[in-house]
């Protein structure tokens, strides 16, 4: 059953999470809404996530997880709409949940499934959605404080421009530009005097300076690994690594990422160091090769390694360290038996770069947090609000940033809703001007989006 309206109507730019919960709620609230989506279909982005599976929050939700200004808004924002606010909604829309320690996950292991509950949502509270239309422009009336949308689609009239009472820009950043997400919405954002704070991928790929890699492509290991910017400790994380033959991949490597890549943007040096062995605490460690090399002291050096990792790990240290799979141990010098218990402990990788837009799961950067207020309200623009990745805040992997578009959509579509009671809005009709310019966006990315 739809909501008693409120008198007046609301405009959501981006189909994704954050978006659809910001159209939910502000129907819910009582307001018209209407939603534009640039793709056939809304939350095209949202079926890749969890590879399929969509993780969609955690139970184990913590400030620590986030990083960007926007961390000002946590406890403000969560508060108000955290994970148990969206274990209901997902609950009572009919979705059964399962808990993997604490990871969030649909019972049905579908990210369509997430989806279609949103998309239900979207027809139960009469929100207009339209789909395959690009937003162009957007025009804010300093003597009305109503926003202008001029839209382009193949579902609308050749050129369409309406008033709305409140605007919500939520289309996404950088990240998987294929998706929809090309940073057209930082172009919207800076149109109305908002900046943009350095756009680098997070949750990405790094690439090495090292060429030995791709002997060890397609290596799956478990494994400690330290985030060094210019020779000083960043970051220690401990989980799956991947070897490809260009660099380095798998959570540990995506939740440091954001912290290589504005290094990499600002000319610093950046290395990895990788713990093969990370279960061994310095004495067991060095004990573990003493007692090795005096009982293993006959066999050759690949004898004498099989059972301490992956064999193609094994064959790479041998030819780090200068030696052949045949040499026998008791012919090493103590340097070569030193150098291959420190290479196990201690690989380091050069960082030369990242992977592109295209691989990253989100961007980080966007809407500094200080030009918002702690109802994501534009402090430029009344009625301007921002929901999701277009602010500058971003998480690390395990259903964080999914999280974040929902709590970030709520509180946006509310308090949008709240805005339009507070103002008694009328709404307007739209008005057809395709015999007016339309603003000429540049498309591209601006000189401060670029890695």
């Not at 339209?130 to 025009?139: I, K, N, P, R, S």
Request: proline letters at 3%.
């Amino acid at each position: 059953m739809k909501p008693n309206r409120t008198h007046g109507t609301i405009a959501v730019i981006g189909g994704g999470p954050a978006g659809m919960m910001a159209a939910i709620q502000a129907a819910m609230s009582g307001a018209d809404v209407e939603l534009y989506e640039r793709n056939d279909r809304v939350g095209k982005k949202l079926l890749s996530t969890g590879n399929g599976k969509c993780n969609f929050s955690n139970t184990r939700m913590t400030k620590d997880a986030y990083y960007g200004s926007g961390v000002s808004f946590y406890h403000d924002l969560y508060d108000q709409f955290g994970v148990s606010e969206t274990i209901d909604f997902f609950s009572q829309s009919g979705m059964l949940i399962k808990d993997r320690q604490g990871y969030l996950y649909p019972l049905s292991n579908q990210a369509s499934t997430v989806l279609d509950v949103m998309r239900f949502a979207l027809e139960r509270y009469g929100i207009t959605v339209h789909t395959d239309c690009m937003v162009e422009a957007l025009h804010a009336d300093r003597q009305t404080n109503r926003i202008q949308v001029t839209a382009t689609g193949s579902r609308l009239p050749k050129q369409t421009r309406k008033y709305y009472d409140a605007l919500i820009l939520a289309c996404g950043g950088m990240a998987a530009p294929k998706t929809g997400s090309d940073g057209n919405g930082y172009t919207l954002a800076k149109s109305l005097g908002h900046h943009i704070t350095e756009i680098v991928p997070a949750l990405v790929q790094l690439h090495c300076e090292e060429d030995y890699l791709k002997s060890v492509a397609g290596v799956r290991i478990e494994a400690a690994l330290t985030l060094r910017i210019d020779e000083k400790v960043r970051s220690r994380v401990q989980g799956e690594l991947q070897l490809t033959d260009y660099g380095i991949s798998g959570i540990p490597v995506f939740q440091f990422s954001r912290e290589a890549a504005y290094a990499l943007l600002h000319k610093k040096k950046v290395s990895v160091g990788i713990d093969f062995l990370p279960g061994y605490e310095e004495e067991a460690y060095s004990r573990l090769w003493k007692e090795r090399f005096r009982t293993m002291e006959d066999q050759t050096l690949i004898q004498f390694l099989t059972g301490i990792s992956n064999k193609k790990i094994n064959q790479l240290m041998i030819r780090l360290c200068g030696c052949r799979e045949q040499d026998h141990v008791k012919d090493l010098p103590a340097s070569a038996r030193r150098q291959i218990a420190a290479l196990y402990r201690n690989l380091t990788l050069h960082i030369s770069k990242t992977n592109g837009f295209e691989q990253a799961q989100v961007c980080a950067g966007g809407i500094p947090a200080g030009e918002l207020t702690a109802r994501l309200e534009s402090k430029y623009v009344p009625h301007l609000f921002m929901a999701g990745e277009i602010i500058d805040m971003d998480g690390i992997c395990g259903g964080y940033n999914l999280q974040w578009a929902f709590t970030s959509g709520a509180i946006a579509g509310r308090a949008a809703a709240e805005s339009i009671r507070a103002d008694g809005k009328q709404p307007d009709g739209e008005s057809k001007v395709s015999q007016l310019p339309v603003k000429n966006i540049d498309k591209r990315r601006s000189d401060d989006q670029n890695q």
